[in-house]
Nanobody
Framework: QLQLVESGGGLVQPGGSLRLSCAAS????????IGWFRQAPGKEREGVSC????????NYADFVKGRFTISRDNAKNTVYLQMNSLEPEDTAVYYC??????????????????WGQGTQVTVSS
């Protein structure tokens, strides 16, 4: 059974940091580009970042550029999202997702084949 499992969410104060992990089971992650998405209450799911199979290329949404960093360790079958300088507006459920091709439509949820269950990130004082 193909599964993606996110972890690392939690409650953090504004300006703080969190590192999310996306671990795969039942398949090898290095065949896939991996995206991170988020969804806040009452809002649509939006693309945060995406990384290609090797880890040599990545994309970011404008609202996280300079604050978030995506990376992957294919030996550990895991992708990470380092989130720094967190703001209350970053509060959302964060999801990772897998797709075969890395490309210009990375921010579209419909492009992805497999999804995790999500992890809650809350930024509040």
């Amino acid at each position: 059974q193909l599964q993606l499992v996110e972890s690392g969410g939690g409650l953090v104060q504004p300006g703080g940091s969190l590192r999310l992990s996306c671990a795969a089971s039942g398949f090898t992650l290095d065949y896939y580009a991996i995206g991170w998405f988020r969804q806040a209450p009452g809002k649509e799911r939006e693309g945060v970042s995406c990384i290609n199979r090797s880890g040599g290329m990545s994309n970011y949404a404008d609202f996280v550029k300079g604050r978030f960093t995506i990376s992957r360790d294919n030996a550990k079958n895991t992708v990470y999202l380092q989130m720094n300088s967190l703001e209350p507006e970053d509060t959302a459920v964060y999801y990772c997702a897998a797709k075969f091709l890395f490309g210009s439509s990375w921010y579209l949820p419909s492009e992805y084949d497999y999804w995790g269950q999500g992890t809650q990130v809350t930024v509040s004082s």
